[in-house]
């Protein structure tokens, strides 16, 4: 059972290694559900990481209904990943009528390889999920990222399961969202997969003594910039504990 850990720094990365993670998921922003990280970001984890590394590419938050610019942004930051050699990439790009926008994630496949691509959970916001899963197979994606059309992956198990069965070995079906050591088990055993994505999140605080808290640097959020999310070795440990 292959644990794949979706963080946002090089330090939540090292620490998802420590754990006992098989892969990393690295991304930027996931506040806003991941971004594509930075090139220092990613050639750093390449450095002190020995598991594989895929890379988020993904040039904003909200929908993914792309514009020209933003495809050519991820063309080069494939480019980017790729020469940074990194083992994999993960996309994801949807028409207005949402289904998979073929000819972008076409482009971007052809442009990554030889490494793995994943489509991301741009996935469950398709208005089929089987046909899109087809679609998936024939571009010749590795994996999807899923969970389930549901907010949880736990909630979306049923189509998770159905989606492997569907799959029949074609392509991976990754489930992701709200998986923790006291669900994992439960759900593997539910859908039959072979590798789960989770956070294996912990709150940390600033140690800045000095805060000025009446001046946001950015959109109100919480945890604000003295509290964040970061992947700890004990959170990751205990999922794959779980797991096996």
């Given at each position: 059972?292959?644990?794949?850990?979706?963080?946002?720094?090089?330090?939540?990365?090292v620490?998802?290694e420590m754990?006992?993670?098989?892969?990393?998921?690295?991304?930027?922003?996931?506040?806003?559900?991941?971004?594509?990280?930075?090139?220092?970001?990613?050639?750093?984890?390449r450095?002190?990481?020995?598991?594989?590394?895929h890379?988020?590419i993904?040039?904003?938050?909200?929908d993914?209904?792309?514009?020209?610019?933003?495809v050519?942004t991820?063309?080069?930051?494939?480019?980017?990943?790729r020469?940074?050699?990194?083992?994999?990439?993960?996309?994801?790009?949807l028409?207005?009528?949402g289904t998979?926008?073929?000819?972008?994630?076409?482009?971007?496949?052809?442009?990554?390889?030889?490494?793995?691509?994943?489509?991301?959970?741009?996935?469950?916001?398709?208005r089929?999920?089987?046909?899109?899963?087809?679609?998936?197979?024939?571009l010749g994606?590795?994996?999807?990222?899923t969970?389930?059309?549901?907010a949880?992956a736990?909630e979306?198990q049923?189509?998770?399961?159905?989606?492997?069965?569907r799959a029949?070995g074609?392509?991976?079906?990754?489930?992701?969202?709200?998986?923790?050591?006291?669900?994992?088990?439960a759900l593997?055993?539910?859908?039959g997969?072979?590798e789960?994505?989770?956070?294996?999140?912990?709150?940390?605080?600033?140690?800045?003594?000095?805060?000025?808290?009446?001046?946001?640097?950015?959109r109100?959020?919480?945890?604000d910039?003295?509290?964040?999310?970061?992947?700890?070795?004990?959170?990751?440990a205990?999922?794959?504990e779980?797991?096996?």
């Amino acid at each position: 059972m292959l644990v794949e850990a979706c963080v946002d720094s090089v330090e939540s990365a090292v620490a998802a290694e420590m754990g006992g993670a098989g892969r990393i998921e690295l991304c930027d922003n996931l506040v806003e559900g991941g971004t594509t990280p930075s090139i220092g970001a990613t050639t750093l984890a390449r450095d002190c990481l020995a598991i594989p590394i895929h890379v988020m590419i993904r040039p904003r938050g909200g929908d993914f209904l792309y514009s020209t610019r933003e495809v050519e942004t991820m063309l080069r930051d494939v480019v980017a990943a790729r020469e940074a050699g990194v083992a994999g990439i993960v996309i994801g790009a949807l028409r207005a009528d949402g289904t998979v926008d073929e000819a972008t994630t076409r482009q971007l496949v052809e442009r990554a390889r030889p490494m793995a691509v994943t489509f991301h959970r741009a996935f469950d916001l398709t208005r089929d999920a089987f046909a899109a899963l087809e679609t998936l197979i024939g571009l010749g994606v590795e994996r999807v990222l899923t969970s389930g059309q549901e907010a949880t992956a736990p909630e979306g198990q049923e189509l998770i399961a159905e989606l492997v069965y569907r799959a029949a070995g074609r392509i991976g079906v990754l489930p992701g969202a709200g998986i923790r050591d006291d669900n994992a088990a439960a759900l593997i055993a539910a859908t039959g997969v072979s590798e789960i994505h989770v956070r294996g999140a912990a709150t940390v605080e600033s140690e800045m003594t000095w805060r000025r808290r009446e001046i946001p640097m950015g959109r109100v959020y919480d945890p604000d910039e003295y509290h964040w999310e970061v992947t700890t070795a004990a959170a990751i440990a205990s999922i794959v504990e779980a797991v096996r």
